[in-house]
């Protein structure tokens, strides 16, 4: 199994957040759009699931009133700028 780290910032906008809600054992979603976000940060993995590749990422935006919103992040569409880094790790993961 492979695995990568993923670090990034840039603009958005459109995207979508994705909390869990620990009392109702479900997911909350929000998208964000009709106006500029800054996606102040991204950090997370890349793995596999099953034989597909698999993404595990949380992100914080930002709007023009200095409001922030995090969550792990369903979809982003790029706006101005988007810097990813991806870091190949080199390590054997055991598990299911």
């Known amino acids: 199994m492979k695995l990568a780290s993923v670090s990034g910032l840039g603009a ?3 995207a979508e957040l994705v909390l869990f809600d620990t009392s109702s054992k479900g997911f909350v979603s ?3 759009e009709g106006e500029d ?3 102040a940060s991204v950090i997370g993995n890349i793995t596999s699931m099953e034989d597909d590749v698999y993404t595990h990422l949380h992100a914080t935006l930002g709007d023009k009133k200095m409001n922030s919103f995090a ?3 369903k979809s982003a569409i790029i706006s101005a700028t988007g810097s990813l ?3 190949v790790l080199r390590v054997r ?3 299911k």
């Open 93 to 95: 993961l055991i598990g």
């Open 30 to 32: 929000k998208v964000f």
């Open 71 to 73: 969550g792990h992040l």
């Open 12 to 14: 958005t906008k459109k």
């Open 85 to 87: 880094l991806y870091t």
């Open 37 to 39: 976000y800054e996606i």
